[in-house]
Every structure is written in C-alpha cells, then in structure tokens.
Antibody, heavy 121, light 107 residues
Framework: EVQLVESGGVVVHPGGSLRLSCAAS????????MHWVRQAPGKSLEWVAL????????SYTDSVKGRFTISRDNSKNSLYLQMNTLRVEDSGFYYC??????????????WGQGTLVTVSS | DIQMTQSPSSVSASVGDRVTITCRAS??????LAWYQQKPGKAPKFLMF???NLHSGVPARFSGSGSGTDFTLTISSLQPEDFATYYC?????????FGGGTKVEIK
C-alpha cells in the first residue's frame, strides 16, 4: 500500500523558515515525480511545486518561486519542502502527493494526510 | 495561468439523486482534467483522470465528460458516502490549477 506521511508543520512568525518532510513507502520512490499542494482552511487547493523522480527537474507556482525549494532524497524515500521568508498567506495544510503514473505525473494520487503550517505574529 | 471555474459552488441533493457538476477552463486543455473528492478533515482522493477515465476502485456511478474548455462530473445516484466537496484540476500546463470546489450537501 502506498503511504505518504508529512511532518514539520508548526506555528512560525512572518519572515521565518520551515522545512516540511514527507516519508514515502509502498512504491519505488525514484520512479515518480512528487508534488506539494496546499490548502488554506476553508479554501480550495493550490499546487505548490513538483520534482522529477531523479530530482533533476523542478517547477514552482509563481508565489513561492525564490522562497520555497522542493527536494528529495531517494535513498531515504523522502520528499522535502524548504520554506523561507514565510508570509501569512502561506498558512494552510500542506499535502505531499505522488504523481499518478508515467506520462500522467501532473495528476495527484495518492495524497498524504497533510501537515498544518501557521504563519502568524 | 489557466483558471478553472466550477459551478455550482454548492448543491443540496438527496440520496438517489443525479448530480452534475461543471468545470470550465479559461483556455483549451484538451482532456487534461482530473476530479478529486474531499471529505471534511481528510486529504483529497483521486476520482478521475483524462476527463472521463475512472481511477481504480471508484464506483461506476461516477462519470466524467468533456474536452477543450467544458467538463462535467456526474454522480448518477447519490449515495450517503458521496456527500463531500469535489474539485476539478487541469493537468495541461504549469502552474497546475484547481477549481474553487463544489460542496455536495444533504437536502
């Protein structure tokens, strides 16, 4: 069974930094692109970033470019999101999600349970 | 960026009803569209990809159609476990974007 377990969400002040982690199991991790998707409470979903299976290619939504960095350690079956210069509007649940399958990596399946990031003074 | 617009934002329905949700893209996305179901306090679940392909294990009462800019998700006979919020997502180009969601509520 594929499992994704996020961790690292906490309360942080504006301008602060945070690193989220996602532990993956149940599939050949380096065969799949991986995503971060976030959701502010009561709001819709927002894609944040994608990293290819080998880690050589990344893509970000504009609002986080230059502040967030997606990375992975395939030897540890782990995905990360380094979040710097955090803003109040970065608050919400952060989900890691596996790219569905070869050629269809821009679909998300499955999703982790999410970790809550709160940016507040 | 491709904007995704869902309607209605909420719908009240009874068990057994047929429910249709629409999703419109601001530019053509061919059939690069997915649907997700989210229940309160839970992560989204993948329902459908390429506009009309059911993900494994998804009941056949769910169906999808459309191409280009206009898409629909239909639940043919609403079941108690289907009360949730549904999101469409375009997979054509970055940034990947979602619709605003449609909440299916109990009448």
């Amino acid at each position: 069974e594929v499992q994704l377990v996020e961790s690292g969400g906490v309360v942080v002040h504006p301008g602060g930094s945070l690193r989220l982690s996602c532990a993956a199991s149940g599939f050949t991790f380096d065969d799949y692109g991986m995503h971060w998707v976030r959701q502010a409470p009561g709001k819709s979903l927002e894609w944040v970033a994608l990293i290819s299976g080998d880690g050589g290619s990344t893509s970000y939504t504009d609002s986080v470019k230059g502040r967030f960095t997606i990375s992975r350690d395939n030897s540890k079956n782990s995905l990360y999101l380094q979040m710097n210069t955090l803003r109040v509007e970065d608050s919400g649940f952060y989900y890691c999600a596996k790219g569905y399958r070869s050629g269809l990596y821009n679909y998300f399946d499955p999703w982790g349970q999410g970790t809550l990031v709160t940016v507040s003074s | 960026d491709i904007q995704m617009t869902q309607s209605p934002s909420s719908v009240s329905a009874s068990v057994g009803d047929r429910v249709t949700i629409t999703c419109r893209a601001s530019q053509t996305i061919s059939t690069w569209l997915a649907w997700y179901q989210q229940k309160p306090g839970k992560a989204p679940k993948f329902l459908m990809f390429a506009a009309s392909n059911l993900h494994s294990g998804v009941p056949a009462r769910f169906s999808g159609s459309g191409s280009g800019t206009d898409f629909t998700l239909t639940i043919s006979s609403l079941q108690p476990e289907d009360f949730a919020t549904y999101y469409c997502q375009q997979a054509k180009s970055f940034p990947l974007t979602f619709g605003g969601g449609t909440k299916v509520e109990i009448k």
